[in-house]
């Protein structure tokens, strides 16, 4: 069982990694942080960055080989990649289903 | 050796017959580091080459090859996505699990590879894919519908992919052989393959070096610039 707060962790690891790579972006390490929509620093790209170091993380951290961008999460009626809080609560289920 | 390219790592599908042997032992030779994947054993022993049995389509398969290069190589700079089947046939001979066996292959593991391959590349700002299509596009050839029609998508892929991975500084080009006389064509009847030559400018077979000749041009640095392209041999 992998709990929600070492998925949080792995984010807030993914966003230093985010921040140290691109000057321009400063992404705040809070649960209510949007990822995407108009309130978001993020752009696309950044989002994408972000998702695939989560991934990476995933696999060194816990040895767990996930593709974050799958069908699931691309038709929810709610998207997990609204906040950080979101993302870790779609993926604390979705590890935990594996 | 080209002490410059030691630590390139080049991945190519399909690596164990025909072009994609060819290519493997070719950049090799030039000092790369060689990642070859295949349904079947290589029969190449080199220190850097490894080799990895796998069908390209199978999602699982992928996603574990590319895990294991990010951990051994920690980088990937060129995708050579050669791995393909054809079937030359008459539509009304063609069963769908015929067409759905080529479009799998042909399309879905290019396009598999393409995306996880960009999530290394990335990492250093760089890449180079190299797709591959077919003469049998432009020259929309009797009998190979459902061939061509799956290496059509390709080149739609390749041309939209460029322009998705652009800012990622990875570059997406496709390569059209003429045929070469590898297994893919044994099964054609001699007649057809001299029509096929004739629509061609130039007359003539292809030629494994005519392949890695427009690949190195592809994949050199100085071709930064060069992206979304389809390149086919032979003047088609």
């Known amino acids: ?98 | 050796m080209n002490n410059a390219n030691l630590n390139s790592v080049v991945l190519i599908t399909g690596a164990s017959r025909g072009i994609g042997l060819y290519l493997t032992q070719y950049y090799l030779d030039k000092g790369y580091c060689v990642v070859g994947c295949s349904r079947s054993e290589s029969t190449v022993s080199h220190t850097n080459y490894s080799h990895h049995c796998l069908d390209v389509s199978d999602e699982k398969a992928v996603k574990t090859l590319f895990s294991t290069i990010r951990k051994a190589r920690k980088r990937l700079d060129i995708l050579i996505n050669n791995a393909g089947i054809a079937s030359m046939n008459h539509a009304l001979l063609t069963p769908l699990a015929t067409v759905e066996k080529v479009f799998s292959t042909n399309v879905f593991a290019s396009f598999l590879f393409c995306r996880e391959a960009v999530k290394l590349m990335r990492k250093n700002g760089y890449g180079r894919i190299v797709n591959f299509s077919t003469v049998a596009v432009p020259f929309a050839l009797e009998g190979e519908a459902i061939y061509a029609a799956s290496k059509s998508a390709v080149e739609s892929l390749t041309k939209i992919l460029a322009k998705e991975f652009a800012e990622f500084g990875v570059t997406v080009n496709a390569l059209g052989p003429t045929p070469i006389l590898t297994d893919l064509i044994k099964n054609i009847p001699d007649d057809k393959l001299d029509k096929l030559l004739e629509k061609q400018s130039i007359k003539r077979f292809g030629k494994m070096t005519d392949v890695s000749n427009a690949i190195d041009f592809y994949i050199q640095p100085e071709s930064e610039f060069i992206t979304g392209q389809v390149l086919y041999l032979g003047g088609a």
């Open chain 1, 1 to 98: 069982m992998i709990a929600y707060q070492k998925i949080l962790e792995l984010i807030y690891s993914a966003i230093d990694e985010l921040n140290a790579g691109n000057g321009d972006v400063s992404v705040t390490k809070e649960e209510s942080t949007p990822l995407f929509g108009a309130a978001s620093v993020l752009d696309s790209v950044d989002l994408v960055n972000l998702l695939l170091s989560v991934e990476e993380l995933l696999e060194d951290e816990l040895d767990i080989e996930f593709v974050i961008a799958n069908e699931k999460a691309l038709s929810q009626k709610n998207s997990p990649f609204k906040t950080i809080a979101t993302l870790a609560q779609y993926l604390t289920e979705e590890i935990n289903s594996l």
